[in-house]
């Protein structure tokens, strides 16, 4: 197993047991003012698809240099202390503990029949409006959220953190985190947030599908199909999704628990619909909250020791 691999290991620990200390400013923020300021400036007038494009790889390029000179010095200065500075850059970048801590405020509300406020922590974790949901769809934000952010939260930044350490994992954060606040499509940031959602659709194509497998193959199946089966009816429902990653998430998450999600949504009083996946064996209940976080932490490990492993044999097989 690479080194890498060893880090990502102490990260992923880490950030279970501990997460981000509330007193700690994380460096999303510091990242999203930097966003904020440059958008503000220069998103106005013609040319908004080229400047959208060059502010984004230059606030990546600033993310990446600022990175890599912090763990370059620390490596000058000792090894173990290069070791540890990635480890909790790593550590920091990684949303296993804060995506549990949400859903659990959410799970817990429900637990104490207390519809009206787990409506109010449910918004604020999804974009929908969650004034007029019963329990199912309230379940279902959540467990749509948790998953789909299994991916985006958690494996996808370790793919880069495996590669590349601590400055890979910083300059997907700093993708995310572009496509997250320009990357919408509305007449304000359709054109000058472009490039920073292709780009984030791009770093996540691959890890969004080994992530899905992994929950294929590596969490308890309460459905009813084969595993064949239920490769063949991810794949087929994972392209009915609006995005061209999250129903790769979504559309696991189901069959393994033998639920449906996706279905009616509504933004701003607006309603939309979003295709089905999997099939409703079960009705969606609050225990499936607590099995959605479970995949999270059971694929989490795997990703890392499969994808570490790999990345490591190839590096032997180039030698």
């Known amino acids: 197993m690479n080194v890498f691999a060893i880090i990502c290991l102490l990260a992923l620990f880490i950030d279970r047991i501990i997460g981000d200390p509330?007193?700690?400013?994380?460096?999303?923020?510091?990242?999203?003012?930097?966003?904020?300021?440059?958008?503000?400036?220069?998103?106005?007038?013609?040319?908004?698809?080229?400047?959208g494009a060059v502010l984004s790889l230059a606030i990546i390029l600033i993310v990446y240099t600022i990175t890599f000179a912090i763990v370059w010095g620390s490596y000058q200065i000792h090894y173990a202390l290069g070791v540890f500075v990635e480890v909790i850059l790593i550590a920091?970048?990684?949303?296993?503990?804060?995506?549990?801590?949400?859903a659990m405020v959410v799970y817990n509300r429900l637990k104490l029949n207390d519809l009206k406020e787990a409506r109010v922590k449910l918004g604020?974790?999804?974009?929908?409006?969650?004034?007029?949901?019963?329990?199912?769809?309230?379940?279902?934000?959540?467990?749509?959220?948790?998953s789909e952010?299994?991916?985006?939260?958690?494996?996808?930044?370790?793919f880069y953190a495996l590669l590349f350490g601590a400055p890979g994992i910083w300059v997907y954060k700093t993708i995310n985190t572009l496509d997250s606040m320009i990357g919408y499509k509305n007449e304000r940031f359709n054109e000058f947030?472009?490039?920073?959602?292709?780009?984030?659709?791009?770093?996540?194509f691959i890890p969004s599908r080994i992530t899905g497998l992994l929950i294929l193959f590596s969490?308890?199946?309460?459905?009813?199909?084969?595993?064949?089966?239920?490769?063949?009816?991810w794949y087929r429902d994972a392209k009915k999704h609006p995005s061209p990653n999250s129903g790769y998430l979504e559309a696991a998450t189901a069959y393994q628990l033998g639920i449906r999600l996706g279905g009616f949504n509504s933004y701003g009083g607006k309603q939309t619909f979003r295709a089905y996946m999997g099939e409703p064996i079960?009705?969606?209940?609050?225990?499936?909250?607590?099995?959605?976080?479970?995949?999270?932490?059971?694929?989490?490990l795997f990703f890392t020791l499969i994808v570490g492993g790999v990345i490591y044999a190839i590096s032997l097989a180039w030698r």
């Open 124 to 146: 604020w974790i999804v974009g929908r409006d969650t004034h007029n949901l019963e329990e199912d769809e309230i379940v279902r934000g959540v467990v749509e959220t948790v």
């Open 219 to 233: 969490t308890r199946n309460q459905g009813k199909y084969s595993l064949k089966k239920r490769i063949l009816l």
């Open 92 to 102: 920091v970048a990684l949303a296993q503990k804060s995506l549990k801590d949400a």
């Open 193 to 204: 947030g472009r490039f920073a959602a292709r780009l984030d659709d791009i770093v996540n």
């Open 22 to 51: 509330e007193w700690l400013p994380h460096p999303v923020r510091w990242i999203g003012r930097l966003i904020s300021l440059l958008e503000n400036k220069y998103n106005r007038n013609t040319g908004r698809v080229w400047k």
């Open 282 to 300: 079960e009705i969606l209940q609050k225990k499936h909250i607590l099995a959605s976080i479970q995949h999270m932490y059971t694929v989490s």
């Open 149 to 158: 952010n299994t991916s985006d939260g958690v494996t996808a930044p370790l």
